[in-house]
């Protein structure tokens, strides 16, 4: 309980100024708005955590010092009557000398890097004050002054008290305190006075500093708010499925278990520990707790990010869990460019990890993997398409439906395992959906010769194959391009008997689309490719591959796709049909203008496909006549 004496401010006695840079912090941090006071909070009971880990440590070689028997501990009380906040610690306590130097001074490096990242704004300062080590000075934001009374863990040592009220000065001066440890007493501001309520007190402490190894009692009755241990810091042999699945329900408040997790403790190239869930659906819930992408970040299990979006690839921003390294530049010594090395290592380390997790179930849990392919398919192809480094590591999470494999997913290693003798690439096709596109005109020469052939009917589609070109030496191939060659056939399939338009009336017939169809098509030519199909569409020569021409469309809205060559197939009914049939006649026009639109339809290319429904009806009346 605070003092009356503590709870007004005490007389200022042989007042020592901080210096320049130290001044210059404090004003920042009194006189900037921040979006989240509360971290004074967590960077005290930081401090105090670490003051209880130097007396732990201290005591494994030297039991001569103040109360030995002492629990370590933190206890936290508030006077809603006085507006003050007291947070005590049994650690290890200072000297007059010491508060003069911890709290009295900055090292330069970490004042100066602060002010530097505070006068630029660019990012908010709440997130990045333990990075400079001016955490304990955080607290002037909610503070009228602070009181600071310590007592060494020296025996001999004498308890001290340093006061400041945020100005140019401080003071030190003798005090009355018989136990060992620090006792920071904090006069709120009027505009600060939640911070007294010990129900907000709760929410902070559980919110960022949970998991502090040391017990957090909270008010006259000392109830204990934090759980201490952290499940990602326990060796994996201790932590079984139900543990994981429970965390990742208090982590997420989502009741669905995970489809798969991963436990990391990295010793090299940088400390880290952590705990990595892949969701089962990839739509947030209604009542989580994970509002937004990204890890929650800690520093030897005290919260410093909420959600911290740079320890993932873009494209694993669905990923949910914690990361803990003790390598974060937070004390003093640090300089910014550290702390972006650090990071990128991190961001690295996890990045392997996830993708390692996902491999893995893969091979072992196909059919989970499958539930995952269906929800975050989308998310590798992203990273295929966008990823600068390491995007091949990728490649093996792939999933496709094929021609001859429609309702499984197939991997690019099952394609090449069943790939036939002769061939050497792996043929695809684009389009916007899978059940129309299996009625492609591109896939009767396909059928034919019996290769199989990938569906790719996402938009991310385009993008990824930009990137995507070879997979262990076979190459991608649209089976939709115009010069598309395959293996040269030892046993060609026999074509059916059936009748042909004579090699001798092609032109005609051609004549008759072009003259008809006029600058819709760049070319019409009779072509062998097709079999089931009385014509396609491809590409004319020196025109924008496919699947470039899907990345513009979806980029660019005004963009025009060049105009195609209209090919035909001389052994199809319709056009033997419509070879006979005289040029006047009304019915020659609009077949001509239905096989040329059935064609863009297919193509993913009509502008307005219900204009087609006069003409079709026209068809049908005719036929039914």
């Known amino acids: 309980m605070v003092t009356d004496e503590q709870a007004s401010t005490p007389e200022a006695l042989n007042p020592i100024p901080f210096k320049a840079e130290t001044r210059q912090l404090l004003d920042i941090l009194i006189h900037s708005l921040y979006t989240e006071r509360e971290i004074f909070l967590r960077e005290l009971i930081s401090n105090a955590s670490d003051a209880l880990t130097r007396i732990d440590f201290e005591m494994l070689t030297n039991r001569s010092v103040l109360d030995p028997d002492a629990e370590l501990a933190i206890t936290i009380t508030a006077d809603p009557e006085q507006n003050t906040l007291t947070i005590?610690?049994?650690?290890?306590?200072m000297t007059a000398e010491e508060m003069a130097?911890?709290?009295?001074?900055?090292?330069?490096?970490?004042?100066?890097?602060?002010?530097?990242?505070?006068?630029?704004?660019?990012?908010?300062?709440?997130d990045?004050?333990?990075?400079?080590?001016v955490g304990f000075y955080s607290a002037f934001m909610v503070a009228e002054w602070i009181r600071v009374i310590s007592h060494s863990h020296q025996p001999e040592a004498q308890a001290a008290a340093?006061?400041?009220?945020?100005?140019?000065?401080?003071?030190?001066e003798p005090a009355e305190m018989t136990a060992r440890g620090t006792q920071v007493v904090i006069k709120l501001k009027e505009d600060a006075k939640e911070f007294a309520q010990e129900y907000r007190l709760r929410d902070i402490i559980r919110k960022h500093s949970d998991f502090i190894a040391f017990p957090i009692y909270l008010g006259e009755k000392r109830e204990q708010i934090n759980r201490q241990t952290a499940i990602w810091r326990q060796p994996l042999r201790k932590v079984e499925k139900k543990d994981y699945e429970e965390f990742y329900r208090q982590l997420t408040l989502d009741f669905s278990p995970p489809l798969t997790y991963a436990h990391m403790a990295?010793?090299?190239?940088?400390?880290?520990?952590?705990?990595?869930?892949?969701?089962?659906k990839a739509e947030r819930g209604m009542f989580t707790l994970r509002k937004e992408d990204g890890l929650k970040l800690y520093s030897r299990k005290i919260l410093i990010q909420e959600y911290c979006k740079d320890l993932l690839p873009e494209n694993f921003r669905f990923v949910q869990g914690v990361v803990d390294s003790e390598d974060l530049p937070l004390n003093v010594s640090r300089e910014?460019?550290?702390?972006?090395r650090v990071m990128a290592q991190l961001k690295k380390l996890v990045a392997s990890k996830i993708i390692e997790t996902l491999k893995k179930m893969a091979n072992d849990e196909p059919e989970n993997y499958g539930k995952f392919w269906h929800e975050f398919g989308r998310y590798i192809k992203e990273g295929i398409a966008t990823e600068q480094t390491e995007s091949q590591e990728l490649y093996p999470l792939l999933r496709f439906h094929t021609i001859t494999h429609l309702s499984t997913w197939s991997s690019l290693d099952d394609y090449i395992r069943r790939m036939k003798p002769d061939q050497k690439e792996i043929y695809y096709i684009l389009g916007d959906d899978a059940r129309s596109l299996v009625q492609s005109p591109h896939l009767d020469m396909m059928r034919q010769h019996d290769y199989e052939v990938l569906l790719l009917t996402e938009p991310i589609d385009s993008f990824m194959l930009v990137r995507l070109a070879n997979y262990k030496d076979h190459p991608l191939t649209n089976v939709a391009a115009a010069d598309l060659k395959l293996p040269p056939q030892e046993n060609e399939p026999a074509r059916e008997e059936t009748p042909t338009i004579p090699t001798e009336q092609w032109a005609v017939l051609i004549d008759r689309f072009k003259n008809h169809l006029g600058d819709k098509v760049t070319d019409v030519r009779m072509t062998d490719r097709l079999s089931g199909s009385p014509a396609r569409l491809v590409d004319p020569e020196g025109a924008p591959n496919q699947e470039l021409q899907r990345v513009y469309r979806m980029l660019k809205e005004d963009f025009d796709p060049p105009k195609k060559v209209l090919e035909l197939n001389p052994r199809h009914p319709i056009l033997v049909q419509l070879n006979s049939l005289a040029s006047e006649n009304e019915l020659s026009g609009i077949a001509i203008d239905q096989l040329y639109e059935n064609a863009l339809l297919i193509e993913g290319l009509h502008p307005d496909p219900a204009s087609m429904i006069a003409r079709i009806q026209k068809l049908l009346e005719s036929a039914l006549h």
Do not use: R
Not at 128 to 133: A, E, L, M
């Open 162 to 172: 340093w006061f400041c009220t945020g100005t140019d000065t401080f003071t030190i």
């Open 88 to 93: 005590t610690d049994t650690g290890i306590g």
């Open 266 to 280: 990295v010793d090299a190239p940088v400390q880290m520990y952590a705990i990595l869930y892949i969701p089962a």
């Open 336 to 340: 910014t460019i550290q702390a972006s």
């Open 128 to 133: 990045v004050i333990g990075q400079f080590g």
């Open 101 to 126: 130097e911890n709290l009295g001074t900055i090292a330069h490096s970490g004042a100066k890097a602060f002010v530097a990242a505070a006068q630029k704004g660019t990012k908010n300062l709440a």
